[in-house]
């Protein structure tokens, strides 16, 4: 009997496990994650605002796995041995495979900015989520003893896709935060500090100010061309001008997070693929170029895209998509025949700015407001019966379309 093993239960491993175990044939499936549950990255803002519970956006991994076909292993991955085609787990020991999937997530990544991972709070996770929302609320009561204004400041590090939609969470929150710090809901200030002058570059000109000015409006502070330099426990040092000389700014705030950029897994450098800040350019199957037999999936995948050259974004939509595919190409390799190349089209992007604003393409239709709201909902539905199936679906699903 032939083994996978698939690890990570992110967006792109789960859906390959998904995928996979409805077929038969004389294979093992072997899915190893940290966790026990499966979390919806693109839904760690909620948490981290305290608009949703962890329950909300999670899922026991177990529920949605067939036993009688998958083994699933609660442990972290040290290492993939590609050569000896053996994988070592911190706990388990090591584990042989005939194919192997790599789908290991994404990691903080800080750009080599001094004191972002010791000053700043990271959001890549569901733990790393439930601190901010947990470091929030502690603030607000400091500011109860205090009456130190830098308690109400929060300040998110980024304006990119994640940041603008943590702001959005932290807005839609605003209210709650007021009244445990005892103040009212416009002293609390919310601030993005971002590097571009102009934010979210996967949409025209058009959206992305329409996305500025929406943020605006709901009373987010938006600093664009503001480079970050160096970050100091409750403060943030900047400058505004990309001269070696140029003169530095700060905003003290004791809330402060990181959203700047995310990396793939460390564990990719540690293994000796040949990464760059833990992506692996794949081809266009999906397999890396030196091993037929190992595939590597989302985050930890760089897939050329021919029109631009650049590799596509790493998104949630691309990794279970990838996730699909990586599936379909194991079987037939388990069959004895030739994997096919990967196609991908994005169907569209929507950014929500808290639950009842969102802007974005779906397709190449550009919508606002309350569509885009409605739209946004039912891309995290599809997510939920992607990745759960229905009985997640309508547990978690998101049917507010009129909150």
């Given at each position: 009997m032939q083994e996978v093993l698939v690890l990570g239960a992110g967006y792109a491993g789960l859906k390959t496990v998904r995928q996979l175990q409805k077929q038969s044939g004389d294979f093992h499936i072997t899915l190893v994650d940290r966790n026990e549950y499966h979390y919806e990255a693109t839904e760690l803002h909620e948490v981290a605002s305290g608009s949703q519970p962890k329950e909300k956006i999670s899922f026991s991994i177990k529920d949605v796995i067939n036993p009688k076909k998958v083994t699933f292993i609660q442990d972290d991955v040290v290492k993939v041995n590609p050569e000896s085609n053996t994988v070592e787990l911190k706990a388990n020991g090591t584990l042989h495979y005939d194919y192997v999937v790599v789908a290991l997530g994404f990691c903080?990544?800080?750009?080599?900015i001094s004191g972002a991972k010791e000053n700043a709070l990271e959001m890549v996770d569901i733990k790393?989520?439930?601190?901010?929302?947990?470091h929030i609320l502690k603030m607000m009561e400091k500011y109860r003893e205090t009456k130190d204004k830098n308690y109400l400041r929060l300040l998110?590090?980024?304006?990119?896709?994640?940041?603008i939609e943590l702001a959005g969470a932290l807005v839609d929150e605003r209210k709650r935060y007021a009244e445990i710090a005892g103040v009212s809901e416009n002293q609390i200030e919310i601030i993005c500090v971002e590097a571009a002058t102009r934010i979210l570059p996967m949409f025209d000109d058009e959206m992305a100010q329409y996305g500025v000015d929406l943020i605006k409006k709901l009373g987010v502070q938006l600093m664009l061309g503001s480079m970050i330099k160096e970050i100091k426990p409750g403060e943030v040092v900047y400058v505004t001008s990309p001269d070696e000389d140029a003169e530095r700014h700060s905003i003290v705030a004791e809330t402060i997070i990181w959203t700047t950029g995310v990396s793939g897994s460390p564990v990719m450098a540690e293994s000796g693929f040949a990464e760059r800040r833990g992506r692996v350019i794949v081809n266009?199957?999906?397999r890396d170029p030196k091993y037929d037999n190992v595939y590597i999936l989302g985050d930890v995948s760089a897939l050329m895209d021919s029109e631009s050259n650049r590799p596509y974004p790493t998104t949630a939509q691309i990794a279970t998509r990838m996730g699909a595919h990586a599936a379909k190409n194991l079987l037939l390799q388990l069959k004895g025949e030739a994997p096919v190349d990967f196609n991908y089209k994005s169907l569209g992007t929507v950014a929500s700015v808290g639950n009842t604003h969102a802007f974005g393409l779906v397709g190449s239709s550009k919508i606002k407001g309350y569509p885009a709201s409605v739209a946004k909902k039912g891309i995290m539905n599809k997510s939920?019966?992607?990745m759960g199936g229905l009985k997640e679906l309508l547990a978690k699903g998101r049917f507010d379309l009129y909150h």
């Amino acid at each position: 009997m032939q083994e996978v093993l698939v690890l990570g239960a992110g967006y792109a491993g789960l859906k390959t496990v998904r995928q996979l175990q409805k077929q038969s044939g004389d294979f093992h499936i072997t899915l190893v994650d940290r966790n026990e549950y499966h979390y919806e990255a693109t839904e760690l803002h909620e948490v981290a605002s305290g608009s949703q519970p962890k329950e909300k956006i999670s899922f026991s991994i177990k529920d949605v796995i067939n036993p009688k076909k998958v083994t699933f292993i609660q442990d972290d991955v040290v290492k993939v041995n590609p050569e000896s085609n053996t994988v070592e787990l911190k706990a388990n020991g090591t584990l042989h495979y005939d194919y192997v999937v790599v789908a290991l997530g994404f990691c903080s990544e800080t750009f080599g900015i001094s004191g972002a991972k010791e000053n700043a709070l990271e959001m890549v996770d569901i733990k790393s989520a439930e601190n901010i929302h947990r470091h929030i609320l502690k603030m607000m009561e400091k500011y109860r003893e205090t009456k130190d204004k830098n308690y109400l400041r929060l300040l998110i590090c980024g304006a990119g896709f994640t940041g603008i939609e943590l702001a959005g969470a932290l807005v839609d929150e605003r209210k709650r935060y007021a009244e445990i710090a005892g103040v009212s809901e416009n002293q609390i200030e919310i601030i993005c500090v971002e590097a571009a002058t102009r934010i979210l570059p996967m949409f025209d000109d058009e959206m992305a100010q329409y996305g500025v000015d929406l943020i605006k409006k709901l009373g987010v502070q938006l600093m664009l061309g503001s480079m970050i330099k160096e970050i100091k426990p409750g403060e943030v040092v900047y400058v505004t001008s990309p001269d070696e000389d140029a003169e530095r700014h700060s905003i003290v705030a004791e809330t402060i997070i990181w959203t700047t950029g995310v990396s793939g897994s460390p564990v990719m450098a540690e293994s000796g693929f040949a990464e760059r800040r833990g992506r692996v350019i794949v081809n266009n199957d999906l397999r890396d170029p030196k091993y037929d037999n190992v595939y590597i999936l989302g985050d930890v995948s760089a897939l050329m895209d021919s029109e631009s050259n650049r590799p596509y974004p790493t998104t949630a939509q691309i990794a279970t998509r990838m996730g699909a595919h990586a599936a379909k190409n194991l079987l037939l390799q388990l069959k004895g025949e030739a994997p096919v190349d990967f196609n991908y089209k994005s169907l569209g992007t929507v950014a929500s700015v808290g639950n009842t604003h969102a802007f974005g393409l779906v397709g190449s239709s550009k919508i606002k407001g309350y569509p885009a709201s409605v739209a946004k909902k039912g891309i995290m539905n599809k997510s939920l019966i992607e990745m759960g199936g229905l009985k997640e679906l309508l547990a978690k699903g998101r049917f507010d379309l009129y909150h």
